[in-house]
């Protein structure tokens, strides 16, 4: 069973922590043996820097959950004119959650950011990004569908 003494055990947590560090992600979601906590452990290494850091150390991570791994292929394609999918479900699961690659993830997040902060100017915290994302897709399935329906599409390119 995944304990907070367990995860608060991690050699020099608290450093990896402020380092942003993408390798405590998957040392937290296997300290379960068994089991891939993947998205738990994105959020408590995000909520941890949030509440820890009081400087731009306290952006260092994103979540990955099921909203964010439906939505992402969307904002890939647009801003990136990178395809993650596959039949009607994204491949992001296979390419990040399943391989605990949260390095290549963040890379991801912070590629499409960089996108959106050249096309409009405006810079966006990974925090800020999470956010947006989520509360527009949460509980929206028509939302990820209707979305979805334009990667592939050069007239949705940004």
């Known amino acids: 069973r995944l304990t907070v ?3 608060l055990s991690i050699d020099n947590l608290l450093i990896s922590l402020g380092e942003g560090d993408p390798n405590i992600v998957a040392e937290i979601a296997r300290a379960v043996p068994g089991k891939n906590n993947f998205s738990f452990a994105t959020k408590f290494c995000t909520y941890v820097c949030r509440y820890y850091f009081k400087d731009s150390r306290a952006d260092n991570y994103s979540i990955y959950d099921r909203v964010l791994s439906n939505a992402i292929p969307y904002f890939a394609w647009v801003y990136l004119g990178e395809i993650h999918i596959a039949r009607k479900n994204s491949t992001i ?3 990040y959650k399943f391989t605990q690659d949260y390095g290549s993830y963040r890379n991801l997040i912070d590629r499409i950011r960089e996108s959106i902060e050249k096309k409009n100017g405006t ?3 990974r925090e800020k990004f999470d956010h947006l994302l989520w509360y527009y897709y949460k509980g929206s399935d028509d939302r990820i569908k209707q979305a979805n329906t334009f990667i592939g599409k050069d007239s949705a390119r940004m």
């Open 93 to 95: 699961e296979k390419e």
């Open 5 to 7: 003494e367990k995860i």
């Open 123 to 125: 810079p966006i915290s």
